[in-house]
């Protein structure tokens, strides 16, 4: 694993969770920083949207559906 690689992860909350995409932002020896994909993108906020990034080549990163970290 390296940063920038995505990979499937399972992401959990109060109640639940589910596995997902997503983007290793950081990696060391002992933490690696992750942020998960999504592809809910215009569901979201306005404010929201401004911390996104559009993934540009999705078959390079493995993914089939317009995706945003």
Not at 31 to 57: G, H, M, W
Request: glycine share 6%.
């Amino acid at each position: 694993m390296e940063a920038y690689d995505i990979f499937i992860s399972y992401i959990s909350w109060a109640g639940g969770g589910k596995s997902r995409p997503v983007l290793v932002y950081a990696l060391n020896d002992e933490l690696a920083r992750i942020y998960p994909i999504t592809t809910q993108y215009d569901n979201k906020s306005e404010a929201v949207r401004a911390r996104y990034f559009k993934i540009s080549d999705l078959s390079e990163a493995g993914l089939e559906k317009l995706s945003y970290d």
